[in-house]
């Protein structure tokens, strides 16, 4: 109610203003979710119900000898790996929706709450995704002494993280795709993961913006900012973020550059449906989504640890 200016009378009276819904609800923001787009999915299947496993053969390493005219040949028999990845991990929406606020309402609100659930089960996943990365790259793609060759990239380690400025944010990017090199990860296919806060020490680095990488696509849908050596760029505020007491309370994010085949991903929509309640005049709203997530081959990933600087 507009406040009245001392000595206006109130000619309303004791009646209460009132209350007028707004035909449309407010805007709702969502995280971009980029799991998907940085993980392998080849290995997708009829994925029915948690506890599924998928069973990924791996190539097995070929040896090479050396030839002298006349020898024998020595013949291997290659065995193939496996490495399993659980479809062990499910989440779900459920709501209620009552018939007779349904037909009152002046908007279409099991719609939009349909539309809500689908995108919080994706940023859910993300998230979960994300945070199983943590700790999974090989020995030599992390730490203070990253490099399987150089042993000279500093990476940050917990207690010790490396502080990303404007100055030094390319360099670092440059060198995760380095740690990568080393361990002769294809170029092809490769992905950074990195913070909002970051996103902004790169767009006011040297490059001054994402559109000096070479790809003006919008980062609305799905987070990714360009290209910067071999790399496609993507935003997100899921990654796993830590108050680090031993670095002083600092909040450290971990950042990932990765290969494709260094994560699988599987995920089944299991069920998507709308019945009646049972126990009032309306409906019950559901969803159900299963999916595994693993790293399957550490030494295409790399995995800073890093905070902001001034």
Same mark, same amino acid.
């Given at each position: ?17 009132a209350?007028v ?8 923001f969502?995280?971009?979710? #980029? ?15 948690g506890?599924?496993?998928i069973?990924?053969r ?6 090479i000898?050396d030839?002298?005219i ?11 790996g496996t490495?399993e990845?659980?479809?062990?991990q ?6 209620k929706?009552?018939? #007779?606020?349904?037909?009152?309402a002046?908007?279409?609100?099991a ?13 859910a996943?993300?998230a979960?995704?994300?945070a199983?990365?943590v ?5 030599d793609n992390?730490g203070?002494?990253?490099g ?5 990239v500093?990476l940050?380690a ?5 502080t990303? *400025?404007? *100055?030094?944010v390319v360099?670092k990017i440059v060198?995760?795709?380095?740690v990568l090199?080393?361990?002769?990860v294809d170029?092809?296919?490769?992905s950074l993961?990195?913070p909002?806060?970051m ?6 680095s040297?490059l001054k913006?994402?559109?000096m ?7 609305m ?5 360009g ?7 993507y935003?997100?505020?899921?990654l796993?973020?830590v108050t680090d007491a ?9 950042v ?5 085949a260094?994560?699988?991903f ?6 998507n449906?709308?019945?009646p309640?049972?126990?009032d005049?309306?409906s ?5 989504q299963v999916?595994?997530r693993k790293v ?8 800073g640890?890093?905070t902001?600087?001034?």
């Amino acid at each position: 109610m507009i406040s009245m200016f001392s000595g206006v009378p109130t000619h309303s009276g004791n009646l209460t203003p009132a209350e007028v819904y707004a035909g449309k609800l407010l805007r709702k923001f969502y995280e971009t979710t #980029v799991f998907a787009a940085i993980a392998s999915t080849d290995y997708e299947g009829e994925i029915t119900k948690g506890g599924d496993k998928i069973i990924i053969r791996t190539t097995p390493d070929i040896i090479i000898r050396d030839y002298v005219i006349g020898q024998p040949l020595n013949y291997e028999n290659p065995e193939p790996g496996t490495v399993e990845l659980s479809i062990d991990q499910a989440k779900y929406y459920a709501v209620k929706i009552n018939k #007779v606020q349904q037909k009152q309402a002046d908007i279409a609100f099991a719609d939009d709450w349909a539309k809500d659930g689908s995108s919080q089960m994706k940023i859910a996943i993300d998230a979960n995704g994300l945070a199983s990365m943590v700790g999974g790259a090989a020995a030599d793609n992390k730490g203070v002494t990253a490099g399987k060759d150089s042993g000279s990239v500093n990476l940050g380690a917990a207690g010790a993280p490396v502080t990303i *400025t404007s *100055t030094n944010v390319v360099t670092k990017i440059v060198e995760m795709g380095q740690v990568l090199a080393e361990q002769s990860v294809d170029e092809d296919g490769l992905s950074l993961v990195i913070p909002a806060w970051m996103s902004t020490k790169l767009k006011t680095s040297d490059l001054k913006d994402a559109s000096m990488t070479g790809d003006g696509e919008s980062v609305m849908r799905n987070g990714r900012l360009g290209r910067i050596d071999n790399f496609t760029i993507y935003r997100s505020n899921q990654l796993t973020t830590v108050t680090d007491a031993a670095a002083s309370n600092k909040k450290c994010t971990y950042v990932y550059a990765l290969h494709k085949a260094a994560v699988a991903f599987a995920s089944q929509l299991v069920e998507n449906e709308t019945l009646p309640n049972p126990n009032d005049f309306g409906s019950l709203m559901r969803g159900l989504q299963v999916f595994g997530r693993k790293v399957i081959n550490p030494v295409a990933l790399a995995e800073g640890y890093f905070t902001p600087g001034a």
